[in-house]
């Protein structure tokens, strides 16, 4: 076989390799492109799903959050009419009973549950489902801008107490240690869980 004829075979060769090759590359390329789009699909499929997840964690958080807000009216319904009884055995004579308070004033806003009212005093109630430290602290905030937000009560002694369906105990000594009333169910009904020789703080 002359040398010519030897380099064409060669050459022949290489080639019917190179296209073996690049059949072989061309598969490849096709076959992750084929992956990369079932990648993508099943990216697209968890964002669908994190999006529908997303839609029934805010369901079920407004839920909690409209079912928070009825239970807190609960509490509300269940102190209003036991406030008159508990504060005029301390001593408190209740002329009027207000609920749920809203005041704006020079750019600030005063929201109160129950105010228990006579005509030297105020008592301004918070009612939660679940009583928290952080509500009290809210609470004692509140009590401090009473006299500058509704001025018809400047003259009056303010003093402060919270109620809840849930008050654990180290929540309620709290609020005790702070100069609140704590309104909490004792039995079947509502009592304060303050010591006899309680003295309240006065705003």
């Not at 019917?16 to 699909?41: H, M």
């Not at 079912?67 to 509490?75: A, M, S, Y």
């Not at 809203?102 to 030297?120: P, T």
Request: glycine share 4%; hydrophobic share 40%.
């Amino acid at each position: 076989m002359s040398t010519a004829q030897s380099t064409y075979d060669d050459i022949l060769v290489l080639m019917k390799e190179l296209f073996i090759s690049q059949k072989e590359t061309d598969l490849k390329i096709k076959e992750t492109d084929r992956q990369i789009q079932a990648t993508d699909k099943q990216i697209q499929e968890m964002v669908r799903e994190a999006k529908a997840t997303s839609k029934e964690v805010k369901a079920v958080t407004t839920s909690v959050g409209r079912l928070g807000n009825r239970l807190g009216e609960f509490v509300e319904e269940a102190v209003r009419p036991a406030a008159v009884r508990l504060f005029q055995q301390c001593g408190i004579d209740v002329h009027e009973v207000q609920q749920n308070i809203s005041v704006k004033r020079d750019g600030e806003a005063l929201e109160i549950d129950l105010l228990v009212v006579n005509d030297l005093d105020t008592v301004a109630i918070e009612c939660k489902s679940n009583l928290s430290i952080d509500d009290i602290n809210e609470h004692l905030e509140r009590l401090a801008k009473i006299k500058r937000m509704i001025p018809r009560y400047k003259a009056h002694r303010i003093l402060g107490a919270v109620a809840g369906m849930v008050i654990p105990d180290n929540v309620a000594a709290y609020a005790i240690k702070k100069g609140l009333y704590v309104i909490a169910q004792n039995g079947g009904h509502l009592d304060l869980a303050n010591p006899a020789v309680f003295v309240p703080k006065t705003w």
